[in-house]
Structures are given as C-alpha cells and as structure tokens.
C-alpha cells in the first residue's frame, strides 16, 4: 500500500521534472512514443534461453573429437577387441583334439587302435617321450596325456578344469573302446549347430557394449569433471551466469550422442564381420544402451562429486568398475559363479545392462518383459543422481 | 501523509545513489581454512565506481582468498559483502551479467580455438559484446583458429582477460593479471584495463608487482597475513610511508647498528633500516641529508662505500611496514 503510494508519487514527481526540463516540447514529446527518446544502437548479440546449453554441448563434442585417444578407447579398440576375441573364439569346424602318447611297451598298440576307431580323423596323435609329453600338456598343446601300460591298459592324464581336456579324455576313450570291441547300446545320431546367435561371439558384443558403455560413461562424466575441477574451469565457469543444470545437462547429451555411435558401430561390426542377427528392435535396443549410459553417468557423477585430483579420481573409478568387469558376465557368463551370489550379481547395473542388451539383441525380448533390469538400471543412476548433486563441488 | 511519502522517496534516492557510487563494499571479512588456516582476518573495502583499485601483497597474503570472497566463489567464514549494494545469496545469477572474472589459474580447454572459447563464455550472458571485437582489442585475431593448447603463456593470459570482458562487465575483477607476462605484454593489459576504466569499468586486480600497482591504480590496499596494513593512493602511500627519497648507502669499517640512531638524527631523515648491508634513510629534502652524511662519516673515520638516492616506492612502504621484502628475490 505504502510502497504503491510512494511510487505513484515518484511518478508523479519525474512528470513534473520532465515537464519542467521540456517545457517547450512538452506537445512534442507526448505524440513521439518513449522508446525513439533513447536511440541507443540495438544490443549486438543477444542470447536466448539455451544459448549456454547449446555452446556447452558443441565445445564437449569438438573437444572429444579433437582427442584422437578418445576417438580409440571409446569407437575402436571395443571393436578390435570383439576381432581379436572373435577369432580367437571361434567355432572351428572339425575341432581336433590333440593327443599325445607317451613312448613305450604299449604306445604303438594305443596309436593303432585310434586310428582304426571311427573317429579317428578327429584326432592329431603324437608320440613322445615322458617328459616332451607332460610339458607339452602344461603349456596346453595337447588336450590330453596318453600314457599306456601293460596288457593294454592305459592311463589317460587330464585336466579336469580344462572342458577341452575332459571332453579330449571322453572322446578318445570312446574310440579307443569303440576300436577294441564295445558295441553302443543305444543308436544315437549327432546334429551340429553353430547358427548365429549362439556362438561366442554372439555373446560377446553385447557384453561388450555394456562393458563399453560403463567406461565410456564413467571416464566421460567423472573424468572429465575432475579434470575441469582440478584445472580451475569449472570454477571458472560459476562465475559466470552459466545455468549448472545446462551444463550437467550438455555433458549427459554429449554422453548419448556418443552412445548412439559406440552402439551402432560395434553392432554394425558384429553384423558385417561375424553376420551376428539383431532379433530386438533399433528403438528398444536403443532406450536400453540410453538408460544404461545415463546410469554410468549417473555413478561417474558421483565419483567425482568431490575428488580434487584426477589420479584420485582415476583410482575410484577402477574402483568402482572392477567389480562389474568380473561378475557382470562381460566376457563369460556370470553363471559359473556359485548360485548363492547371484542375486548380487544381478542387482549390479553393468549386469543388468549386459543381461537386457543380450536379451533384446539376442533374443528380441520386448523392453516390457525387462523392466526389473530397467528399474534396477534407474535406481542406481537415479540415487548416484541425487547423491552427487547434493555433494558435488564446483569449486 | 505527503510528508512522509516524499521524506521516503528522498531514502530511497539517497539509497540508490549511494549504491551507485559504491560499486563493491566488504565488512569485516574472515576466512578460516579448514578450521586452522587463518588467510583473510578482518578486512574492510569500499570501491568507488569507475575506480581502479589494487590489493598489494606478498605470496600468501590472502589476495587471492579475499577476491574469490568478493567474486562470490567462496563463501566468508563471516563478514559481509556488496556488489553494487546487492549481496551474494540474494540474487547470483542477476549479480553475475555484471562481473568479469579471471582468477589466478584457469587452464582453459586445450582442444578449443581461442574463438570457439570466447565464444563458450560469451554463450552465457544475456548481452555479450561481439566475439570478433573482443579479440581485435586484446590482439587475439590473428590466433583466433588456433587451439588454446598452441598459445603462448602471455596470449593465454590475454584469453583469460578476453573472456572477461567479453560480457561487457560492470566490474572487472583480475587475479595476478599480469604475472608470467614479459614487459610488452604487461604494459598491453595495463591499456586494456585503463580503456576499460575510461568507459566507466570498475576494476578490482591484484598483483605482487610495485610498479604494476603504482603506475596502473587510483588507489590500493596493502595486505599482509590476510589484514589491509595500508591503504590509499599510490601517491599518498609513498608519501605517507615511504619517506619522499631514500638515500641507501654503506660504510667500511665500524658499521654496527649501535650507529642506527646517530644516522636517524640527521637532518630531514624520517626513518632509517638497514638492509643487506646497507643503510636506508627515508629522506625529505636528501640535498640537506647528504652533505650531514658525509660529513659524519668523515668525523667518524669511515670510508663511504656506495650512496645512492632515489625516489621511495611502494617497496620502501611495505619494507617499513613490515621489515620484509614484497617480493622474495
Ligand atoms: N583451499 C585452501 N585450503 C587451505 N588453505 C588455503 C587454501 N587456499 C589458500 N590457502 C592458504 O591461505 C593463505 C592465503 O592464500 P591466498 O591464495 O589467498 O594468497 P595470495 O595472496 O593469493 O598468494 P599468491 O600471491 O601466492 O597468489 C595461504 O597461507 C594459503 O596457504
Ligand atoms: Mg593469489
């Protein structure tokens, strides 16, 4: 009331001081309107709402272009090392197993009733004195020791933590007693099957799209703040008007943008290379990589809500990534591990993340059949989300 | 009713021209690090509009501390502060079109162009100068499409400055602007900051250069272990502190500082030190110190070594003040 009264008076005050200063002009001044009174030049440059956001995005991305060991860790060495695992995983047809004899009393005995057995092709026999024998085992030239005694026995030497071991033991013995007389009871017929989309490549690439995701996210978002951090910038940056929520913003834009290439690059590989088959479609495979970038954003936030140094930084976000590596099934299924652990496995978000990318891509699994995966997924980005904002140190 | 409407509305004017005039007010500022590390303890600073105003001080004086407190990016341990008659946790985002900021270590991104940065920075105002005008004014153009990584250490201190200004600020606040830079380069940014002042900027810097704080500031402040020990206009400083001359000399044989107050005695001598070997004597009118000097001397049987006079500077003041060198050679 008061302050409405003053300022009416104030107005009333400036008209009887304009009308005392342009008296003479008064007639003038009231048909011209107010804005011709100031012919200041208009502003040059003026910037809208998302000009900060818009600036902050483009410099990111061209930083990241411009940094030729990003453009490798993140777009080329995943796909060198789906080659290089590809390859050397691959389904080789006619997969021989190879045997080695050791020489004595019984060993020529052993080597000809293998090659009459009906599967003798399968097989590459060496034979070899004791010691050439064992050690070529131990560095993993021969699946498996053949060492024969007398009468026609023999004893096989194994490793029973190597399946190709086991299976070598089990495949010659049942030549070996095939050729020596033993009929099968039961007629069995074999049908092989290496179709894409269950060979190890097949489960390969999605693991590591997950596992690429996480440090893409991690290092991108957590790295990178703390390197701003520790060279001043981003304190630099909160003195100006700069929006912080733009700027969060611009990062988690530049993290997807990244993603949509990192995704499509080694999918597109997979297909070209190893004619993977993506059953799932673009756009749920798609939301899945989204949720699973922003998640690691999300925790790579978090680690570097107030690290002032990089090589501390560095060290939390080995930290927090190493368990993921191992248990989250990236490059072998996380179902050899004891079953009792499993529910913990499964609640990590880079397991949750492999686990619904296998299944949309694999197996074309609808997004809504995957939603505890999901919610896991938004939980953890989510809380790292909330944690670090409320931590998180710009200066 | 009338009276007091019209008595408010002279408050209100009084009010406004007073936050005119002040452009950045701080009361008994403190800042305790961690509890143990006392950097500022009690400071008080008015700058006028349109000023040039220096903090002075060694390494570790608290200037730093002290323009980050007034920049707004750090909070006091206590104490109050003004931009403009505004405080900080009113109203930030207003307060920061009005500021140029450079602090003392901003490693700007290598991978950028000097364009594509004050570009970034420019993108954060409502109303930023032209990215090009900038750049003619600082003698950036011709590395405008060079990567921030590829400038020398001078050209990037001039970037800094260039992302200040680029908001066309109220106020320019600079942390060791010049420090690192040979003289050309200096002298450059002194014409940039001078320019700025003709059109009407207020400029807050700090410096641990004498002749960069005497030859570049209307007036300023003297810090030392985190309190203002002086403050005033270079001129008046000297002339307050600093005696008028200096007459600096040394003498063979018995020189101990038994002899101190046989110097001081001599006539128009204000205050006498030794330093490194040699004798101070802040002088008014040295054409009648010297003559006593030498006469002295004589009378005692020393011999004169070296003499020489010159004109006190802001070095002879914070010397006096606290029997330390500005600057550690
Ligand atoms: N973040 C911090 N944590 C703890 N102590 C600090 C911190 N920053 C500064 N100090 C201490 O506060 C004191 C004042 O530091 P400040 O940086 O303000 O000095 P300065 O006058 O700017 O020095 P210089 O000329 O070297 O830049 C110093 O003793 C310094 O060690
Ligand atoms: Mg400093």
Same mark, same amino acid.
């Given at each position: 009331?008061?302050?409405?009264?003053?300022?009416?008076?104030?107005?009333?005050?400036?008209?009887?001081?304009?009308?005392?200063?342009?008296?003479?002009?008064?007639?003038?001044?009231?048909?011209?309107?107010?804005?011709?009174?100031?012919?200041?030049?208009?502003?040059?440059?003026?910037?809208?709402?998302?000009?900060?956001?818009?600036?902050?995005?483009?410099?990111?991305?061209?930083?990241?272009?411009?940094?030729?060991?990003?453009?490798?860790?993140?777009?080329?060495?995943?796909?060198?090392?789906?080659?290089?695992?590809?390859?050397?995983?691959?389904?080789?047809?006619?997969?021989?197993?190879?045997?080695?004899?050791?020489?004595?009393?019984?060993?020529?005995?052993?080597?000809?009733?293998?090659?009459?057995?009906?599967?003798?092709?399968?097989?590459?026999?060496?034979?070899?004195?004791?010691?050439?024998?064992?050690?070529?085992?131990?560095?993993?030239?021969?699946?498996?020791?053949?060492?024969?005694?007398?009468?026609?026995?023999?004893?096989?030497?194994?490793?029973?933590?190597?399946?190709?071991?086991?299976?070598?033991?089990?495949?010659?013995?049942?030549?070996?007693?095939?050729?020596?007389?033993?009929?099968?009871?039961?007629?069995?017929?074999?049908?092989? =099957?290496? /179709?894409?989309?269950?060979?190890? @490549?097949?489960? %390969? &690439?999605?693991? $590591?799209?997950?596992?690429? #995701?996480?440090?893409?996210?991690?290092?991108?978002?957590?790295?990178?703040?703390?390197?701003?951090?520790?060279?001043?910038?981003?304190?630099?940056?909160?003195?100006?008007?700069?929006?912080?929520?733009?700027?969060?913003?611009?990062?988690?834009?530049?993290?997807?943008?990244?993603?949509?290439?990192?995704?499509?690059?080694?999918?597109?590989?997979?297909?070209?290379?190893?004619?993977?088959?993506?059953?799932?479609?673009?756009?749920?495979?798609?939301?899945?990589?989204?949720?699973?970038?922003?998640?690691?954003?999300?925790?790579?936030?978090?680690?570097?809500?107030?690290?002032?140094?990089?090589?501390?930084?560095?060290?939390?976000?080995?930290?927090?990534?190493?368990?993921?590596?191992?248990?989250?099934?990236?490059?072998? =299924?996380? /179902?050899?591990?004891?079953?009792? @652990?499993?529910? %913990? &496995?499964?609640? $990590?978000?880079?397991?949750? #993340?492999?686990?619904?990318?296998?299944?949309?891509?694999?197996?074309?699994?609808?997004?809504?059949?995957?939603?505890?995966?999901?919610?896991?997924?938004?939980?953890?980005?989510?809380?790292?989300?909330?944690?670090?904002?409320?931590?998180?140190?710009?200066? | 009713?009338?009276?007091?409407?019209?008595?408010?509305?002279?408050?209100?004017?009084?009010?406004?021209?007073?936050?005119?005039?002040?452009?950045?007010?701080?009361?008994?500022?403190?800042?305790?690090?961690?509890?143990?590390?006392?950097?500022?303890?009690?400071?008080?600073?008015?700058?006028?509009?349109?000023?040039?105003?220096?903090?002075?001080?060694?390494?570790?004086?608290?200037?730093?501390?002290?323009?980050?407190?007034?920049?707004?990016?750090?909070?006091?341990?206590?104490?109050?502060?003004?931009?403009?008659?505004?405080?900080?946790?009113?109203?930030?985002?207003?307060?920061?079109?009005?500021?140029?900021?450079?602090?003392?270590?901003?490693?700007?991104?290598?991978?950028?162009?000097?364009?594509?940065?004050?570009?970034?920075?420019?993108?954060?105002?409502?109303?930023?100068?032209?990215?090009?005008?900038?750049?003619?004014?600082?003698?950036?153009?011709?590395?405008?499409?060079?990567?921030?990584?590829?400038?020398?250490?001078?050209?990037?201190?001039?970037?800094?400055?260039?992302?200040?200004?680029?908001?066309?600020?109220?106020?320019?606040?600079?942390?060791?602007?010049?420090?690192?830079?040979?003289?050309?380069?200096?002298?450059?940014?002194?014409?940039?900051?001078?320019?700025?002042?003709?059109?009407?900027?207020?400029?807050?810097?700090?410096?641990?250069?004498?002749?960069?704080?005497?030859?570049?500031?209307?007036?300023?402040?003297?810090?030392?272990?985190?309190?203002?020990?002086?403050?005033?206009?270079?001129?008046?400083?000297?002339?307050?502190?600093?005696?008028?001359?200096?007459?600096?000399?040394?003498?063979?044989?018995?020189?101990?500082?038994?002899?101190?107050?046989?110097?001081?005695?001599?006539?128009?001598?204000?205050?006498?030190?030794?330093?490194?070997?040699?004798?101070?004597?802040?002088?008014?009118?040295?054409?009648?110190?010297?003559?006593?000097?030498?006469?002295?001397?004589?009378?005692?049987?020393?011999?004169?070594?070296?003499?020489?006079?010159?004109?006190?500077?802001?070095?002879?003041?914070?010397?006096?003040?606290?029997?330390?060198?500005?600057?550690?050679?």
């Amino acid at each position: 009331m008061h302050g409405s009264l003053a300022a009416k008076a104030a107005a009333q005050d400036d008209k009887a001081i304009g009308y005392d200063r342009h008296h003479r002009s008064m007639s003038i001044a009231q048909e011209v309107p107010i804005k011709t009174e100031h012919t200041e030049p208009a502003p040059p440059r003026r910037n809208g709402r998302w000009s900060g956001y818009s600036h902050l995005l483009m410099a990111r991305m061209l930083e990241l272009k411009r940094e030729p060991e990003v453009v490798f860790w993140v777009f080329i060495f995943p796909l060198l090392l789906a080659l290089g695992l590809g390859i050397a995983f691959r389904n080789k047809p006619g997969n021989a197993v190879s045997v080695a004899i050791v020489e004595g009393t019984g060993s020529r005995q052993a080597q000809s009733l293998l090659a009459r057995s009906p599967q003798h092709d399968q097989f590459k026999v060496q034979v070899l004195n004791e010691d050439d024998a064992r050690k070529g085992f131990r560095l993993g030239k021969f699946d498996l020791v053949i060492e024969p005694g007398n009468n026609g026995a023999v004893t096989y030497r194994y490793d029973p933590a190597r399946p190709e071991s086991v299976l070598a033991k089990a495949e010659v013995n049942d030549a070996l007693q095939a050729a020596a007389g033993r009929k099968d009871t039961v007629p069995t017929t074999g049908v092989t =099957s290496s /179709e894409p989309g269950s060979r190890y @490549i097949d489960f %390969l &690439i999605p693991g $590591l799209l997950g596992m690429n #995701l996480m440090n893409s996210g991690m290092w991108g978002i957590g790295f990178a703040l703390v390197d701003m951090r520790q060279r001043k910038l981003l304190k630099r940056f909160v003195g100006t008007p700069m929006r912080r929520g733009d700027f969060l913003l611009a990062l988690a834009s530049s993290r997807l943008i990244l993603m949509i290439i990192e995704v499509g690059l080694l999918l597109l590989f997979g297909a070209l290379f190893f004619h993977m088959r993506v059953l799932g479609s673009i756009g749920s495979i798609a939301l899945i990589a989204a949720i699973g970038s922003l998640t690691f954003g999300g925790v790579g936030l978090l680690t570097a809500s107030r690290a002032q140094k990089i090589e501390s930084v560095s060290g939390l976000i080995n930290l927090v990534m190493m368990p993921m590596w191992i248990f989250s099934g990236v490059f072998f =299924s996380y /179902e050899r591990f004891p079953a009792m @652990i499993h529910p %913990l &496995i499964k609640a $990590l978000p880079l397991t949750a #993340l492999n686990d619904a990318l296998r299944a949309s891509i694999l197996e074309g699994t609808p997004i809504m059949h995957q939603w505890p995966r999901m919610l896991i997924m938004i939980l953890w980005g989510g809380v790292s989300f909330v944690l670090a904002l409320k931590w998180f140190r710009w200066t | 009713m009338a009276i007091s409407v019209s008595e408010s509305f002279a408050v209100n004017l009084v009010a406004v021209f007073d936050s005119m005039t002040v452009a950045i007010q701080c009361r008994d500022l403190r800042k305790t690090y961690d509890g143990k590390v006392e950097a500022v303890r009690g400071l008080n600073l008015e700058i006028q509009v349109g000023e040039c105003f220096g903090l002075l001080g060694p390494n570790g004086a608290g200037k730093t501390t002290t323009i980050e407190i007034l920049e707004g990016l750090l909070q006091p341990t206590s104490g109050q502060v003004s931009i403009f008659g505004h405080s900080w946790n009113e109203n930030e985002r207003e307060m920061r079109e009005w500021l140029g900021i450079s602090l003392q270590e901003t490693r700007l991104s290598e991978k950028l162009t000097v364009r594509e940065t004050i570009d970034l920075f420019a993108s954060f105002y409502r109303e930023p100068r032209p990215t090009d005008e900038v750049m003619e004014q600082l003698e950036l153009t011709e590395k405008a499409d060079s990567w921030v990584g590829k400038l020398s250490g001078g050209q990037r201190q001039r970037l800094a400055v260039a992302t200040a200004l680029v908001c066309n600020p109220k106020i320019l606040f600079l942390d060791e602007p010049t420090t690192g830079l040979d003289p050309q380069s200096r002298r450059q940014l002194w014409d940039i900051i001078r320019a700025f002042q003709k059109n009407g900027g207020t400029v807050l810097l700090t410096t641990h250069y004498m002749d960069e704080a005497e030859r570049l500031c209307d007036r300023l402040a003297i810090v030392d272990h985190g309190q203002i020990i002086a403050e005033g206009s270079p001129a008046d400083l000297i002339n307050r502190l600093g005696g008028h001359h200096v007459v600096e000399f040394s003498v063979s044989g018995n020189h101990d500082g038994a002899a101190l107050p046989a110097w001081r005695a001599l006539p128009s001598v204000e205050s006498v030190r030794e330093d490194e070997g040699l004798i101070a004597l802040n002088v008014k009118q040295p054409h009648l110190t010297i003559p006593a000097l030498l006469e002295t001397i004589d009378k005692q049987g020393g011999e004169l070594q070296h003499l020489t006079t010159r004109q006190a500077s802001l070095e002879d003041v914070f010397v006096r003040l606290t029997g330390r060198h500005l600057r550690e050679e």
